[in-house]
């Protein structure tokens, strides 16, 4: 058995965990998620405990990676996921219009990004973004094409960058 797939996983209150035939299904307060069940895997509910275990030696390494993947799926629909992003650069500015985020980002056009279902976009500040929902996947999927607008360049570090990244900066030409 992996080290990964053996760690129990505690399901908090008011999250409901419940294997069909075909799918393995997360409901809490925040949302729900289901997943396709992972063959050669079984699923075990104990007071609260949710444990993984493979049904042979061949689907050990599916076990761990549907344990790591049905932990997010609980941390989400009961804490949720937050990625923030931040806007660096003369002029860029990020607003809301309506559900949509609308990005000034140095282009002779507002770059208007549309929110897929499930996630909340908020900007708290002009050059802060906040990308928030329950499927921790779709989060990252999210902040990775807002940040692919403009990606931080190295000479003078603009750009759409995640909170606490480190830009390696490239030192210019001497003339």
Same mark, same amino acid.
């Given at each position: 058995?992996?080290?990964?797939?053996?760690?129990?996983?505690? #399901?908090?209150?008011?999250?409901?965990?419940?294997?069909?035939?075909?799918?393995?299904?997360?409901?809490?307060?925040?949302?729900?998620?289901?997943?396709?069940?992972?063959? *050669?895997?079984?699923?075990?509910?104990?007071?609260?405990? #949710?444990?993984?275990? !493979?049904?042979?030696? !061949?689907?050990?390494?599916?076990?761990?990676?549907?344990?790591?993947?049905?932990?997010?799926?609980?941390?989400?629909?009961?804490?949720?996921?937050?990625?923030?992003?931040?806007?660096?650069?003369?002029?860029?500015? +990020? !607003?809301?219009?309506?559900?949509?985020?609308? #990005?000034?980002?140095?282009?002779?056009?507002?770059?208007?990004?549309?929110?897929?279902?499930?996630?909340?976009?908020?900007?708290?500040?002009?050059?802060?973004? #906040?990308?928030?929902?329950?499927?921790?996947?779709?989060? *990252?999927?999210? /902040? !990775?094409?807002?940040? /692919?607008?403009?990606?931080?360049?190295?000479?003078?570090?603009?750009?759409?960058?995640?909170?606490?990244?480190?830009?390696?900066?490239?030192? +210019?030409?001497?003339?």
């Amino acid at each position: 058995m992996s080290r990964v797939a053996k760690k129990p996983i505690s #399901l908090p209150k008011g999250v409901e965990f419940n294997v069909s035939n075909d799918q393995v299904t997360v409901k809490g307060p925040k949302g729900t998620l289901s997943l396709a069940k992972p063959t *050669g895997v079984e699923f075990k509910v104990d007071n609260g405990v #949710l444990q993984l275990s !493979a049904a042979d030696p !061949a689907n050990v390494p599916m076990a761990g990676t549907a344990r790591a993947i049905l932990a997010n799926m609980v941390t989400g629909v009961s804490e949720g996921f937050t990625r923030k992003l931040e806007l660096v650069g003369v002029g860029y500015r +990020a !607003a809301m219009q309506g559900k949509d985020l609308s #990005l000034s980002l140095g282009f002779s056009h507002p770059v208007v990004f549309v929110a897929p279902e499930g996630i909340t976009l908020a900007t708290p500040t002009q050059t802060e973004v #906040l990308v928030t929902g329950a499927d921790k996947q779709m989060v *990252g999927e999210v /902040a !990775a094409k807002i940040r /692919a607008f403009r990606k931080p360049e190295p000479y003078k570090g603009k750009g759409i960058r995640y909170s606490g990244e480190k830009i390696i900066m490239k030192e +210019a030409k001497k003339a």
